[in-house]
């Protein structure tokens, strides 16, 4: 003991030696101990290592273990030094007399103080500080530490073993010890392994073949025992002996026996140093045969079970350089490629090495040969064989219940739902006789996602409590791991850490897939789609997240991309009903960036997708994203640019649709609008057709033909030759109707709605105390009211006015108003439109931007439970907005310099709005220049920048409208071809640019404005 308190300054252990003096005077001192906090460097613990504390316990209650040791304050310095150690100990005392009142201090050392020094230095203290000062040295601390009931303390802190503390057994040991033991780990509780490591320790240096030879049988023991961790930190050190002792090729084999048995089951970097000292002694070490292969392959496993994007290159040639040798160990290794192929779905690799995998089968045995079976009948959809061997009990049964479980889920991907389930439940059935209680609770919640996607749903949530129950009644899982991955992989990815959430990630997944724990599997495919979508991986992620029908998930990707096409087309084919809907979905918000080579065969696909949809042979449960109404918004992007015989098709579906009972709403809706605008513009012949259908839904009820006049209201302006006769007849009794032709700048053949919007306008407001009525569609009755004469539009207009300076009327009401004006703003007399401007420039200004009541909805805390938000009110924007359609050409510089004022604090909506004012300011005044709004992060602002560009021909920049015309958002190349074929001169080299765009709206646009400057110039000629 003595020996090993001197070694503790050659470990920096004082802290050690702290717990040692604390313990050890807690034993035979005082058990009032408190241990002191503060720097050290700086004196924050005033040189005290612990000290007692008064306690008042025992003088109330007899035979407590807490005694007040007479009121004494009693202080403990513990120190490591040999060097001038009086020095040392003097130098404390006096640190520790600088704080509170001290009446015995305790001087602890781990080397020797002779006898004589130890007086003096007691005397000095009585004369310096009236102190009693006790010195314990190194020989004084181990003899009390031998005594039986103090053994303990140099068993834990010294790593004494327990053969030379107490000679005996565990099993005759004490409960305490044998408490500390088990607490110390596994190697002190089996009896046996501390005597063989401790030989093996003291073998390192000098026998290491010997010492390795122990380490391997420690590591034996211990896995055999259950503890596969410390079995792995005994394994290595044999490795590390085998490299002393020269036997290269032994210490590789054994790290890559290391690497095949954690790489796959284990946690994300249990095998990590492992795999860095095999692979020094492959660049190193002259390895031999089968050594070397060996070494390459497992370091290819474990390369390939980190690699991020799933690339299984290196694993598969190990596969095949193992093959060739016809190694034992080919079984592990076609089993780690096969498994991760399938997970990452790449099952080419496996069909190009089905002779290696079928050796691979052939040489393993137990599970190892079923997984490998299973894998081959994933590829090859060659069930039949290894199923009827499990539905007759010719394998174990919890094999059986593993094959079962895998063709349940191979039955539900190709859309077998009914026989999935079946298949299901007889894994479950027999996995319960195996015992695999984890495992059959993870298939029965696949049987409840099995239902939540196919139905029917009155039956999918019965399977949760007995999943739960299976939980609960015991049992374990087939392929057990240690470390949850899915948690792991949450927690790397909140810390942003996101090579490790990934690694873990791609972990949980393959253990979901090869365990056929379909819940599990999805949950681990939107945990990496969310890792990949952080970091980039944006077609990665979209693939992941149409593999687990998120259709949400891929629409705030999708919403977020500029013109990068993420292409989902071969899930639009997926039996999976969920995983179609993804894929629709998807295609659809990209309709703009289809090639248009892929157009007719994706509408295809989407055509068929609907029309089974409309006769009810699609089966999906009513929880799930529809595949059906996801392939019409599919159709509805794309009709446009597909054949004649599409569009008519689709029309034939869409045709029934059309009617319906007033008030009735179909989820179709805005698709269906939105295809007939595409149709209109898309097919002059089926044009008609298509008109024919929105003038039905414009004669409906207000719902239905208001949101045809919001999605389809430009198509219908610019079709005026279709509906003008038909709309004049519905605008007698259609307010729709009548604001349609007032677009189309066509006289209202009766002005009865007209006349019915402007009493509505004119209706004086009032609310009941302590309520609140937001005002709506304001701005689409003041569009009627501009048909009516003037002084029914000067009227109108001072109401408007009135609501929008009146301060105690909510915001939202005032800029509806404000909107309304604006509407109104084109029809009214210069001296109105003065005044309207003076009042917009206020506005626009912020001078009217108080209000002293916002309604109810005021901001919350994030975690109320209930919370409405009708987001942000910007009275500025819609002052300027009504200011530049109101402002003359001299006035024009004002508003566009509080705009450009507004755009530099202001966030993007507010930004985007006056983007949009400003473009209506007239284009030749003098106006901020174009190349000063270019490099605005905004694209609205560039936008503004592109507009402004194409409207003045005589202050274009070359290089200027090229970066436009390059711009990385999609609104600024529209609103440049868009603007250009209005522009008197539209440059038509950088429109010939611009017809090659990436999306297909671009280049629709400039075809059209090339087309109108070719018919121009032919006109001139």
Known sequence: MHEALLRLSGRNGHHTFEDICREFARARITRNLVPATG?????????????????????RLPGAQISNDSGKMIVFACTLQRKDLPGKIKSDVATVMTGRQVDSVYAFTAHDVNTATRHDLQAWAQREYDLDLEILDGYAIAERLSDPDLRWIAHRYLGLSRALLFGQFPDTIDSTIRADALARGPVEAIPGLAEKLYQATADEADKPLHAAELFHEIAMSLREAGYRGHALLMLTRAGAALEASGDCDSAAILYADIIEQYAHTEGPDEDTGVYHRLSQLAHTARLGSPAKERAAAALAVHSAAWHALDNLTALAAAVDALAELKDDHLSK??????????????PDLILTRLPAFSAAADRATGLLRTRINLVIA???ESWQDIVVSAQRRRLPPPEAALILARYARHLMLTGAADAAVQMWWDAINAGTLAGLGDDTAEWLYAVRTCMSIYGPDEEWTETHPLAQAMRASGGTALLAQRRNHIEDAATALRRQKYARAAHAARRALRSAVTSAHFASEQFALDLLAEIYAETGEHARAASLYARSGQTEAIKKLAGGMEDDYLDLTPYLTSLVPDQRAAGFTGMALQGDLVPDEQVTSLLAIALDEWERYCSGRIRQSQMGPSAGMAALKLLASLIERGTAAQASRLLDTLDPLVERKSG??????????????????GDEDLAKRAAGQLVHMIGLDASISQQVATLAGVAITEHADLFAAELQTLARDSATAARLLVRMDIELPDITVALQARDSLLTPYATLPGCIAYASGLGLQACLVTALPEKDREEVTAALVRRAQDRQEVARNRREAMVALAALAGSLSSPTRDRLFEMAIRFAKGEENSTAYDGPFT???PLSLFRIDLGKTNLAACGLQLASITCRIDQAPQVDAIGISLMSSADDPTVQA?????????ANSALTSPALLIGHPNPAVRALAAYRWAKLPEQRDEQIGQRLAHDKAAIVRRTLADTLGEADAPAPELLHSLVKDRRY???RLARRALAVHDHDAGNER
Not at 47 to 55: A, L, T
């Open 859 to 861: 901001p919350t805390h």
């Open 664 to 681: 009735t709403y179909r989820f179709c809706d805005e698709a269906h609008v939105k295809a007939l605008a595409g149709i209109l513009y």
């Open 1001 to 1003: 709206s671009v280049r």
């Open 333 to 346: 290794y076609a089993l780690a490629l096969g498994e991760a192929a399938i997970a990452s779905e790449q």
């Open 39 to 59: 720097p050290v460097s700086s004196g924050g613990d005033q040189g005290r290592d612990f000290e007692s504390f008064r306690s008042f316990i025992r003088d």
């Open 378 to 380: 994933e590829v090859t």
């Open 914 to 922: 006056v983007a949009r004012a400003l473009c209506w300011l007239p």
